[in-house]
Structure formats: structure tokens, C-alpha cells
């Protein structure tokens, strides 16, 4: 049964096992889950398999950068092994990203493609080291605006930068946050963080929320925790 919950759980782990030992103290009905590249990297479908088996749906996040085509393939891979919903490289341009929503379309796949914008963890100066002379939020609503216009469902996005994003995209454009740390956590290594309920406030549609659970002691209590935040400022 699909989850009415916005947060989305990071799997950041490298083995199928201690992936599969966080999943298994989680409740599929209060959250969904993230599978990223070292974890797809070592275990392939199989983890998607076996979370799919504990009635998880999943977000596939793997940023896929590539040729059209490629990424096309790519994206209807993922989309008819199940996952709930895959991303793509805004970067990648008009056509990639076009090509992506095409072979989607094409074969009826339902799976939400959403295109990542800038990474939570850069600044200005990363930018800037990379030839872009624009600030993250400005990079962030060209590229935002693309996706949009390209067929996107959404966007990676920071908290921070969701708001605006609502007003340029619309309320159904999807806005998926990293960079989330409730009280209780420390921010680490993203730079551009907010707690889940000023996210939500912010217009964030889906909260990806990692170490603050899945390094917690009990993890459904941290999870529960979250859940106090959002539902304190309903």
C-alpha cells in the first residue's frame, strides 16, 4: 500500500545486508526509501527486489548524466524494475532530459522522473571552480525551469530554495529535499540545510532524511520524532 508520508529514508549503506537491516526496522506505511549508487553499485536489482518484497516504494537515486539515448534506457531500466521514482541530471540539457520522459511515456511506465539540480553540497565557490558564474539559488531556477519545460515531475532541490521554486514551477511540481536534519541532528557534511517542518513550510513535497535515522539508536524512534516536528507545526 502506497505511504502518504513525505519522508523519504537514505539506504546509504554498502552491503545489501546492513541495507536490508536498516529496512527491516522501518514501517513501509510511514516512509519510502532511497537507493543511491554504492548500494546499487554492490548489490544491483537485487535490493530493489527484496524492498520492493517488504512493500517499500523506492527512489532510485542514481543521476543518471549521459547521451539522450542512454539515459532513456537507463530510466526505463529502472522504471520496469518498479521503483517508485528515478532522477536525472538537469545538466544534462532540453534533450536528454526529453528523451528520458519519451521512453517513458512510450511505454506506459508510471515511475516519477524528477532531475537533479544543484548538489546540497555546493556552494558558490564550487560552482565557480566549474565555470558557473551564477549562485546556486540562480543556477537552481534556471535549471528547475528546464526540467519544468523538458517534462520533469520535479526536482532535487533544497529546502531552501523550494519556495521559489513553487512560485516559478507550480504547486505539482515536485520539490525533493536533501539536506534535511530535524532538532535532534547534526548538520554534517550538506550545506544548505532545514528542518523537516520549516521544509515542508517551505513547500518541499518529499523529505529525504538519512544518518539522523538510520544512525539513530531507534531508528522508528527517530523517525517518530520527525513525524512530532511536522505534525507540531500542522
Known amino acids: 500500500m502506497p505511504t502518504a ?4 529514508i537514505a ?3 554498502s552491503s545489501l545486508n546492513a541495507a536490508l537491516c536498516m529496512a527491516d526496522r522501518l514501517d513501509p ?7 543511491g549508487k ?5 548489490s544491483g536489482p537485487e535490493v530493489l527486489d527484496a524492498l520492493h518484497g517488504r512493500g517499500f516504494e523506492v527512489f532510485l537515486d542514481l543521476k543518471f548524466h549521459d547521451i539522450p539515448n542512454t539515459v532513456a534506457g537507463a530510466v526505463q531500466a529502472a522504471a520496469e524494475q518498479g521503483v ?3 532522477n536525472v541530471h538537469a545538466g544534462g540539457g532540453r534533450r536528454m532530459m526529453e528523451a528520458a520522459r519519451q521512453r517513458l511515456e512510450r511505454h506506459g511506465l508510471s515511475t516519477r522522473l524528477i532531475a537533479v539540480t544543484v548538489l546540497t553540497s555546493m556552494e558558490a565557490t564550487d560552482l565557480a571552480e566549474v565555470g558557473i558564474a551564477a549562485s546556486p539559488a540562480e543556477q537552481v531556477e534556471r535549471l528547475a525551469m528546464l526540467a519544468r519545460d523538458s517534462g520533469m515531475d520535479g526536482v532535487v532541490c533544497s529546502a531552501q530554495e523550494a519556495a521559489r521554486l513553487q512560485g516559478l514551477c507550480g504547486d505539482s511540481f515536485l520539490k525533493v529535499t536533501p539536506g ?10 550538506q550545506q544548505r540545510v532545514m528542518s523537516p517542518a520549516a521544509a515542508i513550510a517551505a513547500g518541499s513535497t518529499y523529505l529525504v ?3 539522523p535515522v538510520t544512525q539513530a539508536q531507534d531508528p522508528m524512534a527517530a523517525l517518530e520524532a520527525i513525524e512530532s516536528e511536522l505534525a507540531a507545526k500542522v
Open 180 to 189: 534535511i536534519r530535524p532538532a535532534f541532528a547534526e548538520a554534517d557534511d
Open 209 to 211: 532524511v538519512g544518518r
Open 11 to 13: 539506504l546509504d549503506y
Open 38 to 42: 554504492e548500494l546499487f553499485t554492490r
Open 5 to 8: 508520508s513525505p519522508l523519504i
Open 29 to 35: 506505511l510511514r516512509c519510502r526509501v532511497k537507493v
Open 84 to 86: 517508485w521514482m528515478v
